[in-house]
């Protein structure tokens, strides 16, 4: 919808001004906006947009976007609405807007939409190359010619472009003008490249065997957890890393392989390569890399707290810190949640401190974050099971964490309780969504009654918050 800003007076003038101005002064140079925008491209109108998000989208003004369409900043805007985009003369076909996906290149991206790289720049306003970051938000051009348009199969290493070709039992010379290659023998293998073909396959990765490879919960930030799914035609072995996270794969029932991974909360927000490697049942290895954002958690800095000495004492935690990250490593294959997770307390709220808030103590100059949810006890002192799992350690007394229970949900994801009163469950315990747990209490690193809740991936702890508001995978 348009934002339904006030007309300031001095436009609306001005839009009576020039309504009348058509008519009265005939001879005065303004066309009408049909011969006016006749060399624009059409953006559709997609459901969530605003003309400010149009706009920036495009490097444009509201102003100019009115004037080209002929409309006033009180209309309504709808989806399938098409609007004329001022700045982008010549340019051919459609406008829409898409996350960059995993693999895509300003190559591939080009050969994809048939139009040559320099328009995508424009379109863009790219400095370089490497400002295609996964995740990030940028517009295309598609025309009825490039709708059909699919993933061909990769080129191995060895095989020829002729070879492919005929195997596909396609043209090798007009297949190497669809994909804007000078020559045929300039293709380069595990690039991706497109042809003509009435199925649908939105892969854009070119691996051998890979039939879609997606990175989910874009875009990435600071103790935020993102998901890797991957379908392959046949068993392949895989690896990834980001900025030194190494999400572990698990297979799934029907065959997809799924892999979690948490990015450290102090991560310097910035560019990261996201490295995936596929090792096929052949032994061949297939690598490849693409620049990943990740952007800011904007946490808060607490003030700093005054707490017993012993318990920020390195020596006397390192101990604690090595037995807790022993547990949170040591995954296991079968997902046992399914859905959002509850809260764990009755109420949702009371938060006394979240995620990732900076810490310093009294006594040390070392700067801390928080590693979970404070939950105070508004709602009373039960704790439930905020997902179905299995408690994989029941701890008294730790110095820092206090009374510590430890869920393993599957799959490298964990939760985690501390400063508990007692405990209402045992060590192998299957527990379900709902069910008692323990009792908020004040023991450890504690300066009063509240539950530390956390959740980590792989034994990094991430903004539970995600957790709690949205279903993985
Ligand atoms: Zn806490």
């Known amino acids: ?274 490295t995936i490697e596929v090792t096929t049942g052949e032994g061949t290895a297939y690598r490849f890399d693409q620049w990943t954002i990740i952007g800011s958690g904007n946490f808060e800095t607490d003030e700093t707290l005054k707490v017993d000495p012993e318990t920020v004492n390195g020596e006397n935690i390192s101990s604690e810190d090595e037995l807790f990250h022993k547990i949170v490593t040591t995954l296991t294959p079968t997902q046992q949640w399914s859905g959002i997770f509850q809260y764990p307390t009755k109420g949702d709220g009371c938060v006394n401190s979240r995620f990732g808030s900076r810490r310093t103590y009294v006594g040390t100059d070392k700067v801390y974050y928080h590693t979970g949810l404070d939950i105070g006890w508004c709602f009373g002192i039960d704790v439930f099971a905020p997902a179905a799992g299995t408690v994989v350690a029941v701890l008294p007394n730790q110095i820092v964490r206090g009374n510590s229970i430890v869920i393993d949900h599957g799959l490298g994801v964990f939760s985690i309780y501390m400063h508990l009163e007692d405990f209402q469950v045992k060590e192998g315990d299957q527990v379900q969504p709902g069910q008692l747990i323990a009792h908020i209490g004040n023991t450890g690193r504690s300066s009063g009654p509240h539950l530390h809740f956390e959740i980590d991936i792989n034994g990094t702890p991430v903004n539970p918050i995600t957790w709690l508001y949205r279903e993985f995978p």
């Open 1 to 274: 919808m348009i934002s339904k800003k006030p007309n300031p007076p001095l436009r609306r003038i001005l839009l009576i001004f020039l309504l009348i101005l058509p008519i009265t002064a005939s001879g005065f140079p303004i066309l009408p906006v049909s011969a006016q925008s006749a060399t624009l491209p059409v953006y559709v109108v997609q459901s969530g947009d605003t003309l400010y998000g149009i706009a920036g989208q495009f490097f444009t003004t509201i102003d100019a976007l009115l004037a080209v369409n002929n409309r006033s900043i009180g209309d309504t805007l709808r989806p399938g609405d098409r609007l004329y985009i001022p700045g982008l003369e010549g340019l051919q076909g459609e406008l829409t807007t898409d996350y960059v996906p995993l693999g895509a290149s300003l190559r591939s991206l080009s050969r994809r939409t048939q139009s040559d790289p320099a328009s995508l720049v424009r379109l863009n306003k790219f400095t370089s190359q490497s400002e295609l970051f996964v995740g990030k938000k940028i517009a295309l051009t598609t025309t009825e010619s490039t709708r059909d348009l699919q993933t061909m199969p990769a080129l191995l290493p060895g095989q020829s472009w002729m070879e492919l070709s005929l195997l596909m039992g396609q043209n090798p010379w007009s297949l190497s003008r669809l994909n804007r290659l000078d020559s045929p023998n300039t293709a380069l293998p595990q690039d991706a490249y497109y042809t003509h073909s009435a199925q649908s396959n939105p892969n854009s990765l070119a691996i051998p065997g890979i039939t879609s490879l997606v990175i989910d919960n874009l875009p990435l930030v600071q103790g935020g957890t993102f998901v890797l799914k991957v379908r392959s035609e046949q068993p392949v072995t895989l690896s990834a890393d980001l900025a030194g996270v190494k999400p572990v794969f698990f297979t799934r029932d029907d065959g997809s392989q799924i892999a979690f991974g948490g990015i450290n909360a102090l991560q310097e927000p910035g560019a990261y390569p996201l």
